[in-house]
């Protein structure tokens, strides 16, 4: 048999355990953590697919119309250099506004250095191996440079040049 309870008593609460989780695995809003990462790197993908595309319409009109293939490259580049900071400043890092856009763009410019000499390389040994390689084959030797560039740019512009977003 069990002691009366007073009337004036309170019952003392049963304490609930608290589940343990590790800040570095879940998201405190149940998100997955690598969502933004991912997301950006779709973005980047999207961004750099239609860069590419227009640095490859530029690329083969200037390549058809002064026959060389290395002044083409670096015009088309830089054309859609500019294109491609804008575009990943905005919609792939989110960053809006007028603040930051010239240095932004002048850390554009220094990646493009990196993507430069990786199509420069790419078409100087292309051109070491066929000299006369034509327009379809160059394109085929910036399709492979491009794409080593482009993992190293989007490293680039999410820790360094768009950090902040």
């Known amino acids: 048999m069990s002691a009366p309870v007073p009337a004036d ?3 003392t609460p049963t304490p609930t355990p608290t589940p343990i989780s590790s800040p570095s695995l879940t998201a405190s809003d149940g ?10 790197a779709m973005r980047f993908a999207v961004v750099g697919t239609l860069s590419t595309g227009l ?3 530029i690329f083969s009109l200037l390549d058809l119309w002064w026959g060389n293939a290395q002044a ?9 250099t500019v294109a491609n900071t804008a575009a990943n400043r ?3 890092f989110g960053v809006t506004g007028r ?3 010239a240095r932004h763009q002048l850390q554009g410019f220094v990646l493009f250095l ?6 420069a390389g790419g078409l100087a040994v292309l051109h070491q191996i066929r000299p006369n390689a034509g327009t379809l084959l160059n ?5 492979v440079a491009t794409g080593i560039s482009m993992v190293l740019r989007f490293l680039a512009m999410r820790y360094w040049v768009f950090k902040a977003a």
Do not use: C, Y
Request: charged fraction near 5%.
């Open 114 to 119: 990196i993507t430069w000499a990786a199509t």
């Open 90 to 92: 905005s919609w792939t």
């Open 72 to 80: 083409a490259n670096i015009a088309a580049l830089v054309l859609s």
């Open 31 to 40: 998100a997955d953590p690598a969502a933004p990462v991912v997301g950006q």
């Open 9 to 11: 008593a309170t019952p």
């Open 99 to 101: 603040e930051g856009v």
């Open 55 to 57: 640095h490859f319409v």
């Open 139 to 143: 394109l085929v030797a910036l399709t």
